[in-house]
């Protein structure tokens, strides 16, 4: 079972409360692997501009703290949770990531290695480290003393991880896939699915006007009892387009309209939100209908915004073009020799020739493509080791 600690705290709490206690709770091989996860507030006040959701001064965060009695299943874990990682951003809120590992430089301090997921925001050209799964290594065993009685009845030091993910994900989902209408949710993680909205006509009967929201209030009920999310809008001191336009701000991924002339044939009409096509629907097929639908906008916008993606990356192998492609709201995928000295080179003159900001490395992705013998690193000149992605970041 794994225990769940709640509270608000300072990003050093967790290191520094939690870690003595292992220290206490672990004293055997027996009691490895030892697996928390904590879901938590945390306070941060050493930054001045906040950006909602993307960086700010209080935010939600779910984090594992795990001790393992070697490398090898350390390693494995770590793996595993940012594979984790990277299906709730590409299997729930639509988003791709590149998965890959961190440099020596933008690891975590303290750590041995950082993998991380990267999203990417084309309209502002920068780039999101979405979450990270880190491999700690002994370096906190050996601060924290956090030792156990191994099979040999020696003393040996704990491997350790930490992993996280934040509410930063509210704010890639909603800048990857949103428009100048507002929000535009993905199904699966859409807290309201389907609307079905009334359209009232003054003309009809009192009774024509119950059966049409009796009528509307069944499908939506359909839609519940399947399983969807689904509301009735049947507000009449509202017009239809107003009503329209609530929902589309709201980023619900299907509206069903319904009005008397639908009720007549024995239809309605549902609107995606993602591309504004309609479709009509036979009220008889409507929830399976909707269900179909809502898989198909779910893949949709994941093929969209990875395409999206892959068209803001771009190669180069020298310095000639990089500031250049870094100002037109690109990646940039270069070969490079791993040294901190390069990298900080990379930031200084990428700061000098453009106004917006200076580049990073953003990962070396676990997919490579060939390094060829001999190939150099882009700014050093020296032997390049591996590809690695730089970018504007949050």
């Not at 807290?191 to 009334?198: A, E, F, G, I």
């Not at 017009?239 to 980023?251: D, I, R, S």
Request: glycine share 8%; net charge neutral.
């Amino acid at each position: 079972e794994i225990p769940r600690v709640t509270g608000v705290q300072t990003c050093a709490l967790p290191i520094s409360v939690m870690y003595p206690v292992f220290a206490n709770w672990i004293r055997s091989h027996r009691d490895l692997p030892m697996k928390l996860n904590q879901w938590c507030n945390v306070v941060r006040w050493e930054f001045k501009h906040p950006t909602p959701f993307i960086r700010s001064r209080e935010f939600l965060w779910q984090e594992g703290h795990t001790a393992f009695t070697n490398k090898a299943d350390a390693d494995k874990e770590v793996r595993h949770i940012l594979d984790l990682y990277r299906r709730v951003y590409e299997e729930l809120l639509a988003v791709p990531v590149i998965p890959g590992v961190k440099s020596e430089k933008e690891k975590f301090a303290g750590g041995l290695y950082t993998t991380t997921v990267e999203a990417f925001v084309p309209h502002t050209g920068r780039g999101i480290q979405g979450a990270t799964s880190h491999c700690l290594g002994q370096n906190f065993a050996k601060m924290f003393q956090i030792e156990y009685e191994n099979k040999n009845g020696g003393r040996s030091m704990v491997w350790q991880n930490s992993w996280g993910c934040t509410t930063r994900t509210i704010g890639v989902a909603i800048m990857v896939h949103g428009d100048n209408k507002g929000l535009v949710l993905p199904p699966r993680v859409a807290p309201l699915q389907v609307v079905v909205v009334t359209i009232p006509n003054s003309k009809l009967s009192a009774e024509d006007a119950k059966k049409l929201n009796d009528t509307a209030k069944g499908m939506s009920d359909s839609m519940i009892d399947a399983g969807l999310r689904s509301k009735l809008d049947d507000r009449d001191n509202y017009t239809p387009g107003w009503k329209y336009n609530h929902w589309e701000l709201k980023g619900v991924p299907l509206r069903c309209e319904f009005g008397p002339r639908d009720m007549e044939a024995g239809h309605c009409v549902v609107v995606r939100r993602d591309t504004g096509a309609k479709e009509t629907v036979k009220l008889s097929d409507l929830t399976a209908r909707a269900k179909e639908m809502c898989e198909e906008m779910q893949a949709d916008m994941l093929q969209r915004a990875t395409e999206k993606r892959n068209a803001s990356v771009v190669t180069c192998t020298s310095w000639d073009g990089f500031v250049e492609a870094l100002d037109d709201c690109k990646m940039i995928l270069t070969p490079w020799c791993e040294t901190k000295e390069s990298e900080e080179l990379v930031k200084k003159k990428s700061q000098e020739g453009s106004e917006g900001g200076a580049a990073k490395t953003l990962c070396i992705p676990f997919i490579q493509p060939p390094l060829e013998p001999g190939t150099k690193c882009f700014i050093t000149g020296a032997p390049a080791t591996t590809w690695v992605i730089w970018g504007r970041s949050y």
